[in-house]
T-cell receptor, first 115, second 116 residues
């Protein structure tokens, strides 16, 4: 596709359940970022992937959060044993990679609601 | 560690007046600086960036920003505000000298309200 695609667009889950969020970056983009945006707040960095390098996981808030990316393709963000404070919009962004354009291209996000 | 501060949660400006949205940053090396805009129910869109060179950067929709190294600021400006500029604006920074560490840090956002 032409842009960054995220699915699902909305996810409602019960406290304690696991959820998996998906991000399809723009083809050829080697760098991929996940951010969290709580209602009325700014973007909170979660994790960064660059090609086959080790990811920067410094923003993951707890060990309930994990993310994977195979090569330069799809990424999944998994939240285990969801809590109400996990409710937020989860945003994915990609860019061409090191030494190229610094502009981030964002997806429309996944709105996660934990009941 | 790198950080961004947007000191104003909200800025109100009358249509046709000039607008300024403030941003200050902190990095250990030289910064890459960005502004993004988030319209209601839409994703974040890139507005402009500073990489190197001219301190005054021009971007989309008539916006511009001025890099001030001594004040570590990168304020967003527009000479004449439009009602359609009402949105949430985010400043972001990345350290140019970070090597493989390419985390982009965003500010908390400033809501711009342009009053007709």
């Amino acid at each position: 596709g032409a842009g960054v695609s995220q699915s699902p667009s909305n996810k409602v889950t019960e406290k304690g359940k696991d959820v998996e969020l998906r991000c399809d970056p723009i083809s050829g983009h080697t760098a991929l970022y996940w951010y969290r945006q709580r209602l009325g707040q700014g973007l909170e960095f979660l994790i960064y992937f660059q090609g086959n390098s080790a990811p920067d996981k410094s923003g993951l808030p707890s060990d309930r959060f994990s993310a994977e990316r195979t090569g330069e393709s799809v990424s999944t963000l998994t939240i285990q044993r969801t809590q109400q404070e996990d409710s937020a919009v989860y945003l994915c962004a990609s860019r061409p990679g090191q030494g190229l354009s610094e502009k981030l291209f964002f997806g429309s996000g996944t709105q996660l609601s934990v009941l | 560690a790198q950080s961004v501060a947007q000191p104003e949660d909200q800025v109100n400006v009358a249509e046709g007046n000039p607008l300024t949205v403030k941003c200050t940053y902190s990095v250990s090396g030289n910064p890459y600086l960005f502004w993004y805009v988030q319209y209601p129910n839409r994703g974040l869109q890139f507005l402009l960036k500073y990489i190197t060179g001219d301190n005054l950067v021009k971007g989309s929709y008539g916006f511009e920003a001025e890099f001030n190294k001594s004040q570590t600021s990168f304020h967003l400006k527009k000479p004449s505000a439009l009602v359609s500029d009402s949105a949430l604006y985010f400043c972001a920074v990345r350290d140019q000298n970070s090597g493989g560490y390419q985390k982009v840090t965003f500010g908390t956002g400033t809501k711009l309200q342009v009053i007709p």
